[in-house]
């Protein structure tokens, strides 16, 4: 056994204070770990986590960017450890701090935060990808192609699906000179995704892979399991297994891909910490993702990753209009389906496409499971989105 794993870190630095890390805290409260947060506004969902236990779990919060490396300096003096909700961070200036633990490490997030940089090292260790380019070079592929910024960029933001040249000339004006990436486009039959953990002394699990749904570059919907074959099951999970072990990662990533008609997984993007596709394993696993996190980067064995149930769904309740509403109603009314478990993430402003919370639904004995979990999907949007779900 790797001997710092039998002395637990007991508190854990989160940089960044969205919905990731508010999710953290009933994992951290099992646990009986204290979480410390470095994250730029009072209003962001995870300084709410001290309201909801006062007891601990939080133990504190510092009010800054969080690429601000003096605030992560101050971060560090509060904890054993620091680990990542998001990955937008200056890791230059993060590699000037002395005597700082980060889970994972800054080496191994360092080949992964350029989009090109993630695409080089992809194809280096012969991990299937689209084609892919340095937007400097000066041969553009057939249209459709897609253009990306390279660093920054989710939910869709800073990715572009672009059908002819005047639509590239167009957008090129908007982007001005941020380095860009350019792609193949993949007509995919499907999209996937998979959660993948690795702890302190190698041991690595994987959860099941899904199928993700997407509205405008934003997931909608999560499938699990994804109903594949045994063979790009297995694909799947080497390609998980040969990432994590390649970086030497400590935490969990999540990972997408791409499934063509012809059966071919190529990998799409890497996140390296939680993941809205992994929300499902909350209710529907042994071991949430969250709390799989913690785990790892805390030294602890790694938990079950297995289903409780045959299958589950996750749906996004995505903003719709520019609002400031708690739309209490209607989370009641989602609250009452059978089998539902609401998540709300406290944020006070809505504006289409904003990650307000999310169902999951536990699925069993069902025959043909993705599509009981669709018609189930088309009800919780009915209630959330009103009549324009009909257009959803």
């Given at each position: 056994?790797?001997?710092?794993?039998?002395?637990?870190?007991?508190?854990?630095?989160?940089?960044?204070?969205?919905?990731?890390?508010?999710?953290?805290?009933?994992?951290?409260?099992?646990?009986?770990?204290?979480?410390?947060?470095?994250?730029?506004?009072?209003?962001?969902?995870?300084?709410?986590?001290?309201?909801?236990?006062?007891?601990?779990?939080?133990?504190?919060?510092?009010?800054?960017?969080?690429?601000?490396?003096?605030?992560?300096?101050?971060?560090?003096?509060?904890?054993?450890?620091?680990?990542?909700?998001?990955?937008?961070?200056?890791?230059?200036?993060?590699?000037?701090?002395?005597?700082?633990?980060?889970?994972?490490?800054?080496?191994?997030?360092?080949?992964?935060?350029?989009?090109?940089?993630?695409?080089?090292?992809?194809?280096?260790?012969?991990?299937?990808?689209?084609?892919?380019?340095?937007?400097?070079?000066?041969?553009?592929?057939?249209?459709?192609?897609?253009?990306?910024?390279?660093?920054?960029?989710?939910?869709?933001?800073?990715?572009?699906?672009?059908?002819?040249?005047?639509?590239?000339?167009?957008?090129?004006k908007k982007l001005g000179n941020q380095p860009l990436l350019l792609e193949e486009f993949v007509p995919f039959e499907r999209e996937l995704a998979v959660m993948a953990a690795r702890s302190l002394?190698?041991?690595?699990?994987?959860?099941?892979?899904?199928?993700?749904?997407?509205?405008?570059?934003?997931?909608?919907?999560?499938?699990?399991?994804?109903?594949?074959?045994?063979?790009?099951?297995?694909?799947?999970?080497?390609?998980?297994?040969?990432?994590?072990?390649?970086?030497?990662?400590?935490?969990?990533?999540?990972?997408?891909?791409?499934?063509?008609?012809?059966?071919?997984?190529?990998?799409?993007?890497?996140?390296?910490?939680?993941?809205?596709?992994?929300?499902?394993?909350?209710?529907?696993?042994?071991?949430?993702?969250?709390?799989?996190?913690?785990?790892?980067?805390?030294?602890?064995?790694?938990?079950?990753?297995?289903?409780?149930s045959d299958g589950a769904l996750m749906v996004n309740l995505l903003g719709y209009e520019t609002s400031q509403s708690e739309y209490?109603?209607?989370?009641?009314?989602?609250?009452?389906?059978?089998?539902?478990?609401?998540?709300?993430?406290?944020?006070?402003?809505?504006?289409?496409?904003?990650?307000?919370?999310?169902?999951?639904?536990?699925?069993?004995?069902?025959?043909?499971?993705?599509?009981?979990?669709?018609?189930?999907?088309?009800?919780?949007?009915?209630?959330?989105?009103?009549?324009?779900?009909?257009?959803?």
């Amino acid at each position: 056994m790797n001997p710092e794993s039998a002395n637990p870190a007991q508190t854990v630095g989160v940089i960044g204070g969205g919905q990731l890390a508010w999710m953290m805290a009933d994992a951290a409260k099992k646990l009986g770990v204290e979480l410390v947060i470095q994250t730029p506004e009072k209003t962001d969902p995870a300084v709410s986590i001290s309201l909801r236990y006062p007891q601990g779990v939080a133990a504190h919060t510092i009010l800054a960017p969080i690429d601000d490396s003096a605030a992560t300096a101050q971060l560090a003096t509060f904890c054993e450890v620091i680990t990542f909700e998001n990955e937008f961070v200056d890791l230059e200036a993060l590699s000037q701090l002395q005597n700082v633990c980060f889970r994972p490490s800054l080496e191994s997030l360092k080949p992964l935060l350029d989009k090109y940089d993630q695409r080089c090292y992809l194809r280096d260790r012969h991990l299937p990808t689209p084609q892919f380019s340095d937007f400097s070079d000066t041969k553009i592929p057939e249209f459709p192609i897609v253009l990306k910024t390279r660093r920054h960029g989710y939910d869709g933001q800073g990715t572009f699906i672009l059908k002819n040249s005047a639509e590239l000339e167009t957008t090129l004006k908007k982007l001005g000179n941020q380095p860009l990436l350019l792609e193949e486009f993949v007509p995919f039959e499907r999209e996937l995704a998979v959660m993948a953990a690795r702890s302190l002394t190698g041991e690595i699990i994987v959860y099941p892979i899904v199928e993700t749904q997407q509205e405008n570059q934003v997931c909608r919907r999560v499938i699990a399991p994804a109903d594949l074959p045994v063979s790009t099951v297995q694909e799947v999970e080497a390609i998980a297994h040969t990432l994590l072990e390649s970086l030497q990662v400590v935490g969990i990533f999540g990972i997408e891909l791409f499934l063509t008609p012809d059966g071919k997984v190529l990998v799409n993007e890497i996140a390296p910490r939680t993941h809205n596709s992994g929300h499902y394993t909350i209710d529907a696993c042994t071991t949430s993702q969250f709390e799989q996190q913690l785990r790892a980067v805390c030294g602890l064995p790694l938990g079950s990753p297995d289903l409780k149930s045959d299958g589950a769904l996750m749906v996004n309740l995505l903003g719709y209009e520019t609002s400031q509403s708690e739309y209490l109603d209607k989370r009641q009314q989602l609250a009452e389906v059978p089998n539902a478990f609401v998540h709300w993430y406290g944020k006070i402003e809505s504006r289409p496409g904003r990650k307000l919370g999310h169902v999951t639904l536990l699925l069993d004995s069902l025959k043909d499971l993705r599509r009981e979990a669709i018609e189930l999907a088309q009800t919780i949007e009915q209630i959330w989105y009103g009549k324009s779900a009909l257009t959803r």
